[in-house]
Nanobody, 115 residues
Framework: VQFVESGGGLVEPGGSLRLSCQAS????????MNWYRQSPGKERELVAS????????TYADSVKGRFTISRDNGKSAVYLQMNNLKPEDTAVYYC?????????WGQGTQVTVSS
């Protein structure tokens, strides 16, 4: 099992980023996929989830209305569109499958929101 996250960067408050996660090593389309984030000194936080067929999504209250999770089962990929970014969104973002998450973690992608 492997996850490769990409798309992070430095953005000003109010800006947007689109994160991507390429997954491999399991039957992608049947599993819920999740985005997590972790800031220095804080616990890893579940940000968004999407079921296997993409028909249902859930979000942390802190990102609801600003972030959108989506997936492409043909590409074994999951995405996180992040709009109206705030400084408190600064973190390393990870994807994973299953709830609770598997033991497999990628390197993550750093998102920094700062002026």
């Amino acid at each position: 099992v492997q996850f490769v996250e990409s798309g992070g960067g430095l953005v000003e408050p109010g800006g947007s980023l689109r994160l991507s996660c390429q997954a491999s090593g399991f039957f992608f389309r049947i599993y819920v996929m999740n985005w997590y984030r972790q800031s220095p000194g804080k616990e890893r936080e579940l940000v968004a989830s999407i079921v296997g067929d993409g028909g249902s999504t859930t979000y942390a209250d802190s990102v609801k209305g600003r972030f959108t999770i989506s997936r492409d089962n043909g590409k074994s990929a999951v995405y996180l569109q992040m709009n109206n970014l705030k400084p408190e969104d600064t973190a390393v973002y990870y994807c994973n499958y299953r709830t609770p998450p598997s033991k497999y973690w990628g390197q993550g992608t750093q998102v920094t929101v700062s002026s």
